[in-house]
């Protein structure tokens, strides 16, 4: 094993320095990969179950190094609320993470596993096996903890994984990928299998995208717009596309209406900084004299600015006109746009020329309305009488998650560990040859 990579304070100093260093971290990842494709499920799980404990036996540690993240980052003066809930890590959100890690050791290993076998006619029988996609590149912002979920996935499902954290979590994603790292070491795994670039430097995003000369076989996207953009213009790998979440909610003339606004209230205003976050309501015009205005009321008083259309408007003086450019906004922040529709039809009609493909629901009691929007919707995520803050890995049962995955590739929706694995085909022959 070549010796630890370093970098002063994260930073390389220079482009040459930058470039030998990603190198080698391509070179001793892609090693690394071959040894974890092959591993047993018993050898990949000692490591995950000593992350789990090195992460509890840590957690003051992570929290200390995350504490200074916070600190830098207001002490900068341009990092809004819901960045910072984004970056700042809690007892509990730690706590979270390790919880998350024993799920993922928990669920059955993907690697290896046949999904179909059929025999041919001339005798020959044919496999379709889950494996490893080889090595994945992260690339990610504000929050800390991705770093432990894409790690112990990519583990999981036996593949090497290169993590490039945002600058403004620097240190607490050091600390916990020195608990990665303890897991990998205690199970005899290469340490190269989870590997965090240990610069700031942005010039080493765009290197992971460009593939580090084919060490990489596809990037996973965690940020904002620039971000997407940037993937979206360089990457010469292919991409999970995580984008952007302009998520919404549907109130139907048949949603009862007190679940309607426990649900809105808590897929806007839980957590307004996630990706699962709803940017848009939508009321069904055939009920909005009995919904709408309890509805907008409900979050105006929560602290959720509302950006309504003249009908929004007419119910509440406190209601701001919505621009153009509403519609199509993830505001990550406690405002939301809001619009009249005309039905199932016209709420369906507005998400495709709106959304993201993301996560979208729909409030009904009517089971024909339901099926017809969870049918016709295309987004990754569909829900029916839930909150959209349920589109989270951890929530669907994996564990945790590298992302929503708002692309058309077989991951789509939450990345977990069987999403992270591709197939090939085992032929199992007794002689035969091709006339």
């Known amino acids: ?45 000692r490591a995950l179950e000593a992350m789990e404990r090195a992460i509890r ?67 020959m029988t044919i496999e379709r096996v889950r494996v490893p996609l080889g090595v994945v590149g992260v690339i990610f912002e504000s929050r800390p903890n991705v770093a432990a979920d894409a790690g112990v996935l990519c583990l999981k499902s036996g593949n090497a994984v290169i993590l490039r954290g945002g600058s403004d979590s620097f240190r607490s994603c050091r600390a916990i990928h020195d608990c990665l790292v303890q897991g990998l070491r205690e199970a005899g795994l290469p340490e190269a299998a989870i590997t965090l670039v240990p610069t700031r430097d942005r010039a080493a995003v765009g290197m992971m995208l460009s593939g580090l000369n084919g060490a990489i076989d596809v990037i996973v996207p965690r940020g904002g717009k620039s971000l997407v953009a940037r993937v979206e213009q360089e990457a010469r790998v292919p991409v999970f596309a995580h984008l952007e979440g302009v998520n919404h909610v ?30 848009t309501l939508l009321v069904d015009r055939a009920a909005a004299a009995k919904n709408l205005k309890p509805l907008v009321e409900m979050l105006i008083e929560a602290g959720c600015e509302v950006r309504g259309d003249e009908t929004v408007q007419a119910t509440d003086a406190r209601v701001k006109p919505a621009s153009k450019d509403d519609w199509d906004t993830e505001y990550l922040d406690a405002i939301i746009a809001a619009k009249v529709v005309d039905g199932v039809d016209g709420a369906i009609a507005h ?85």
């Open 1 to 45: 094993m070549a010796a630890p990579l370093k970098a002063v304070d994260g930073n390389a100093d220079r482009a040459s320095d930058l470039l030998a260093l990603m190198s080698d971290l391509g070179t001793h990842a892609r090693v690394a990969a071959r040894v974890l494709a092959l591993a047993p499920p018993e050898q990949k799980n």
């Open 57 to 123: 036996a840590n957690a003051t540690a992570i929290l200390a190094a995350n504490a200074e993240d916070v600190a830098e980052a207001r002490a900068s003066g341009n990092a809004t609320s819901s960045f910072i809930d984004r970056l700042t890590l809690t007892p509990a959100r730690v706590e979270g993470m390790a919880e998350g890690i024993g799920i993922v050791r928990g669920i059955a290993d993907p690697v290896g596993i046949v999904t179909e076998s059929w025999q041919r006619p001339n005798g």
């Open 250 to 279: 549907y109130v139907d003339a048949s949603a009862d209406l007190a679940m309607a606004k426990s649900i809105v209230l808590n897929a806007k205003m839980r957590r307004t900084g996630v990706c699962g976050a709803a940017e």
């Open 351 to 435: 998400i495709q020329s709106h959304g993201s493909h993301h996560t979208d629901a729909i409030v009904s009691a009517d089971e024909a309305a339901a099926k017809k929007f969870l049918s016709e919707v295309d987004s990754a995520i569909v829900l029916h009488n839930a909150s959209t803050q349920f589109a989270d890995g951890g929530e669907f049962g994996f564990g945790a998650e590298i992302g929503i995955a708002t692309g058309r590739f077989h991951a789509r929706g939450p990345v977990g560990a069987e999403q992270l694995t591709s197939f090939k085909y085992r032929v199992h022959g007794t002689g035969q040859t091709r006339p």
